[in-house]
């Protein structure tokens, strides 16, 4: 499953995966404006794509345009699913320069290193 990720890139889902990203939505409460928009985002836009015998996936436009990916993209592994880029966005977002900021910030959320 493909749809709208964080930060400006797609986020690719294997089917377990989603579907365990489903179940959290689910749970979450239909009172709560943040909590439907939430899931708008990521659900209103996700789009199952099948590989091709070459194993490449056709991304539909209104992905592609939220994205940004015209010629050069980015593939990342991150755990439970895989990340797609642009060249330029990944290298906007991810130049690692505050990593001992952000490694800090981790054990506030309970990830001591």
Excluded: H, Y
Aim: aromatic share 10%; with cysteine; net charge negative.
């Amino acid at each position: 499953m493909v749809t709208k990720g964080l930060d400006g890139c797609l986020f690719v889902f294997p089917n377990q995966a989603w579907q365990e990203f489903e179940e959290k939505l689910r749970a979450l409460p239909l009172t709560n404006k943040s909590a439907r928009q939430f899931s708008r985002f990521f659900v209103a836009g996700a789009t199952p794509c099948e590989l091709d015998k070459q194993g490449r996936i056709l991304l539909p436009a209104t992905l592609r345009e939220f994205a940004g990916l015209d010629k050069e993209v980015v593939l990342t592994g991150m755990l439970n699913r895989i990340e797609i880029w642009s060249k330029d966005k990944w290298m906007e977002n991810n130049s690692f320069d505050d990593m001992d900021d952000i490694a800090e910030q981790m054990t506030d959320l309970g990830l001591i290193i």
